[in-house]
């Protein structure tokens, strides 16, 4: 067991920071070549910049996330973050509790360059000090490792670099764009949008049980893409480390980019965003395949809310061992007023290995969880919101692994304040040279 935290360590710090970077005084200028309308600004082939996510993901047009934009020197800025001030408890024989703090912020500059955009970005979090380097209790969760053991049954936290790299995207034609993604520390082609930056749970503060089946690698510490796209497809390809990060977590763990993978995207229209994606992945003591496929979905709810969905399959292999381990998750967050419901289900299949149950990487165990949470708006002030929340979870557990659990459906639980920013994300109307 882990004894509490005292107080969240990192809370403070992360909010300060996003109060200093937008605070509201900063004045906002007109946008030069690659304005949009209302000032928005957009790629080179007329796509909002605010359908780029995380790494070189892309966001359905009709749901951006929550942020603020800004205008500063010749450099359009766009950021968003969150922090979380959270007590979690988890049940069963596996269960722990923990007082501490989950956050993040990230920075975008981007800036026309030679007929394209150059767009500088960084991701940063505090989790380390917010939740130790151990990380948080969460039931069947799996991945990582602490002082040489593999980690279960706790989320691990993310490095403090969690992104920092450089993209650029250049017109070849009227349709038709090509785009160079080089990143110390970034995301590779592979999986959906990571967790925290999809719309369908930018406020939910915890990890999918089947994060490494599906977007783990959004923290690899040497990355470079290349891709072509048009406004509604694009195709994109990765060298990247594949190795995971190490429990030391806040320098560079580089290594060779001896790991590959491609991604198509497909944006058919406003409200949708498709990904099919495959990569082989090097590990430190094995390598393996995985493949990924996502739909996200987004609308409006009524005249100021709105209404996120994702659909995610993750699924692994060993390459000297056999057949796949597979996963879904299906999550959605309804945003009406000062009121956010947000909730997640998810199934995996994870071996004896991964769940701290046997050495066997090969018999493999069916487990599921499901969460609901709700937050209410406290108040805002200079870019600021504060909102109370809470949320409950209950995980699966098959027969055989009664035993180790001390019951079938354990269950979770977790109150936080979170603080983030107060404008958030509205749908984007057609633009010029969109179709």
Do not use: C
């Amino acid at each position: 067991m882990v004894p509490l935290m005292r107080k969240p360590l990192g809370t403070a710090a992360l909010a300060g920071t996003l109060l200093i970077v937008f605070h509201p005084g900063l004045a906002a200028q007109s946008h030069e070549s690659m304005q949009g309308m209302e000032g928005m600004l957009v790629t080179p082939l007329g796509i909002p910049m605010e359908r780029l996510a995380s790494g070189t993901t892309w966001l359905p047009d009709a749901s951006p996330l929550s942020s603020l934009h800004r205008r500063l020197g010749g450099w359009d800025v766009t950021g968003h973050g969150l922090v979380f001030a959270q007590y979690t408890t988890q049940s069963g024989t596996r269960g722990d509790h923990q007082l501490g703090s989950l956050n993040w912020a990230m920075l975008m500059a981007s800036h026309p360059v030679g007929g394209g955009l150059l767009q500088l970005r960084t991701m940063l979090s505090l989790d380390a000090l917010g939740v130790t380097r151990r990380g948080y209790p969460l039931l069947l969760q799996s991945g990582e490792s602490f002082e040489g053991v593999p980690l279960h049954d706790r989320q691990h936290p993310h490095d403090f670099w969690m992104e920092l790299g450089a993209l650029f995207l250049q017109p070849v034609s009227t349709g038709t764009a090509i785009e160079l993604y080089v990143a110390p520390s970034g995301e590779p082609a592979l999986g959906p949008v990571a967790f925290m930056h999809r719309p369908s749970a930018f406020d939910n503060p915890f990890a999918p049980i089947g994060h490494h089946w599906q977007d783990a690698t959004h923290i690899s510490f040497g990355v470079v893409t290349a891709g072509v796209f048009s406004r509604e497809v694009k195709l994109e390809a990765s060298a990247f480390n594949g190795r995971e990060p190490d429990d030391r977590r806040w320098g560079f763990d580089f290594n060779s980019l001896d790991s590959y993978s491609g991604r198509l995207t497909w944006n058919p229209a406003p409200a949708w965003s498709m990904t099919a994606g495959f990569g082989h992945i090097r590990e430190t003591e094995h390598s393996l395949n995985r493949i990924t496929a996502s739909v996200l979905h987004g609308t409006s709810l009524g005249a100021a809310g709105r209404l996120a969905s994702t659909l995610v399959y993750g699924g692994n292999r060993l390459t000297d061992q056999g057949g796949w381990a597979h996963s879904l998750l299906f999550e959605s967050e309804a945003k009406v007023h000062d009121n956010t419901l947000f909730g997640r289900i998810e199934w995996v299949e994870k071996s004896a290995h991964d769940l701290g149950v046997g050495p066997s990487e090969t018999k493999l165990f069916d487990v599921g969880a499901a969460s609901l949470g709700y937050i209410r708006e406290l108040g805002s002030s200079h870019g600021i919101t504060l909102g109370l929340g809470g949320q409950g979870s209950v995980n699966l557990v098959p027969p055989p692994l009664e035993s180790f659990y001390g019951t079938r459906r354990p269950l979770g639980g977790a109150v936080f304040l979170r603080i983030g920013l107060a404008v958030r994300g509205q749908p984007i109307m057609e633009m010029p040279g969109m179709k």
